[in-house]
């Protein structure tokens, strides 16, 4: 009788599983953070308030939820008691890193899910705050003006 311990996927050659699509994604997403938080703290992107704080509500809603998600989450990542022989050990023990332990853990994408949100938030608030400045050095710059042509 043959029995295969390893823990590789049984995935065809070519495919790739879900949680390395979210991964994937999430990393795309995290990259595309860096451009705007990049291109704000160069001063070429600027967002007014109203739309903003939109923004601001949405991120930090999403944050939020993911900051739960993620409490109730790390208090899931626990063996699961699957039985004492050693297909339910075996099984325990892949589920519970499967939520936390591995790269692409539900854990771990979360995480990063939730420092992504926070970071454009940040990048958000920045250039909310240009925007102002911006905002009030041009309009003490039209009354500096205005008041040299009376």
């Known amino acids: 009788m043959y029995v295969d311990d390893s823990e590789a996927p049984l995935v065809a050659v070519g495919q790739s599983q879900p949680s390395d699509q979210a991964a994937t994604s999430l990393a795309e ?5 860096a451009v ?5 703290n160069a001063g070429e992107l600027v967002i007014d308030p109203e739309t903003g704080e939109q923004l601001l509500n949405t991120l930090r809603g999403q944050a939020d939820a993911a900051a ?13 008691p699957l039985g004492t022989n050693w297909v339910g050990e075996a099984m325990s023990g892949k589920f519970e890193r499967r939520a936390d332990g591995e790269d692409v853990s539900f854990v771990a994408v979360l ?3 939730h ?5 454009a938030h940040g990048a958000v608030d920045e250039a909310m705050r240009r925007y102002q400045t911006t ?16």
């Open 115 to 119: 420092r992504t949100l926070v970071q």
């Open 29 to 33: 997403r995290m990259a595309d953070v």
């Open 36 to 40: 705007i938080s990049n291109a704000v």
């Open 111 to 113: 995480d990063q899910y």
């Open 135 to 150: 905002d009030d050095d041009s309009a003490t710059a039209l009354r500096r003006i205005a008041s040299t042509e009376l």
């Open 68 to 80: 739960g998600w993620l409490e109730r989450l790390r208090g899931m990542s626990r063996p699961v």
